[in-house]
């Protein structure tokens, strides 16, 4: 695989963050899959140790479409495809599926990631729901956000969403709420931002957007 982590106004990166007790909001690394399809997996970020994850929630689309790509083949409704990371997936294929994970692993076994009831039908395939959260499943075996990253020392991988190759186009922004803690604690820490996955329009090709917006106007 190739790998890049994403910076600058071309790619996905970061949009926005609250920052909240050692919470220093999302970061997005892009990875070129050995199917040929792009890989982004959601970091939350912290700037100090001794954290523990307990969920993350109200996730909500503020422009585009996720456009997610499901490897598993499990079918609710309809609808082939789920969030919930490891199932049904051999490991060889898990780079291309979509899901999330409360314990920053692509797997069933181990610590495990529930969805909330905002999945409504397991889920929606493509696009997360609006409201939608997942947690950790197994709170008695503290998920310990572990040290790496570049954006403040400590991270824990959130989600990875996977599009079909040719989709690097298609740039959208997504909001998301988490709860974590300091170990040994009790009480739940919030922390809130926005990430992006897709190409971000450099400046220069947003003013010509918004040229051409205006030419066509005074053809009319």
Same mark, same amino acid.
């Given at each position: 695989?190739?790998?890049?982590?994403?910076?600058?106004?071309?790619?996905?990166?970061?949009?926005?963050?609250?920052?909240?007790?050692?919470?220093?909001?999302?970061?997005?690394?892009?990875?070129?899959?050995?199917?040929?399809? #792009?890989?982004?997996?959601?970091?939350?970020?912290?700037?100090? *140790?001794?954290?523990? $994850?307990?969920?993350?929630?109200?996730?909500?689309?503020?422009?585009?479409?996720?456009?997610?790509?499901?490897?598993?083949? $499990?079918?609710?409704?309809?609808?082939?495809?789920?969030?919930?990371?490891?199932?049904?997936?051999?490991?060889?294929?898990?780079?291309?599926? *979509?899901?999330?994970?409360?314990?920053?692993?692509? *797997?069933? *076994?181990?610590?495990?990631?529930?969805?909330?009831?905002?999945?409504?039908?397991?889920?929606?395939?493509?696009? #997360?729901?609006?409201?939608?959260?997942?947690?950790?499943?197994?709170?008695?075996?503290?998920?310990?956000?572990?040290?790496?990253?570049?954006?403040?020392?400590?991270?824990?991988?959130?989600?990875?969403?996977?599009?079909?190759?040719?989709?690097?186009?298609?740039?959208?922004?997504?909001?998301?709420?988490?709860?974590?803690?300091?170990?040994?604690?009790?009480?739940?820490?919030?922390?809130?931002?926005? $990430?992006?996955?897709?190409?971000?329009?450099?400046?220069?090709?947003?003013?010509?957007?918004?040229?051409?917006?205006?030419?066509?106007?005074?053809?009319?």
């Amino acid at each position: 695989m190739k790998q890049t982590l994403l910076a600058g106004s071309m790619l996905a990166a970061i949009v926005g963050s609250v920052a909240s007790a050692g919470f220093t909001g999302y970061s997005v690394q892009r990875t070129v899959t050995a199917g040929g399809n #792009i890989q982004y997996q959601v970091y939350a970020n912290w700037d100090q *140790s001794s954290l523990v $994850f307990l969920n993350a929630f109200n996730f909500a689309t503020q422009s585009g479409s996720m456009n997610a790509r499901h490897q598993d083949m $499990f079918t609710a409704d309809g609808e082939v495809g789920t969030w919930m990371a490891g199932t049904s997936v051999s490991v060889t294929d898990r780079p291309e599926d *979509s899901w999330v994970t409360a314990s920053g692993l692509a *797997s069933s *076994s181990g610590w495990g990631t529930a969805l909330d009831p905002g999945f409504a039908n397991g889920g929606t395939v493509q696009n #997360i729901n609006n409201g939608a959260g997942w947690y950790d499943a197994s709170p008695g075996t503290p998920n310990a956000i572990m040290a790496g990253g570049t954006q403040g020392g400590y991270r824990m991988l959130l989600a990875q969403i996977v599009r079909n190759g040719g989709e690097e186009d298609l740039y959208a922004t997504f909001y998301l709420k988490l709860a974590y803690k300091l170990a040994g604690t009790t009480t739940a820490i919030f922390g809130e931002g926005t $990430f992006t996955i897709g190409v971000v329009p450099a400046p220069g090709a947003l003013a010509l957007l918004g040229v051409a917006g205006l030419m066509g106007r005074r053809r009319r």
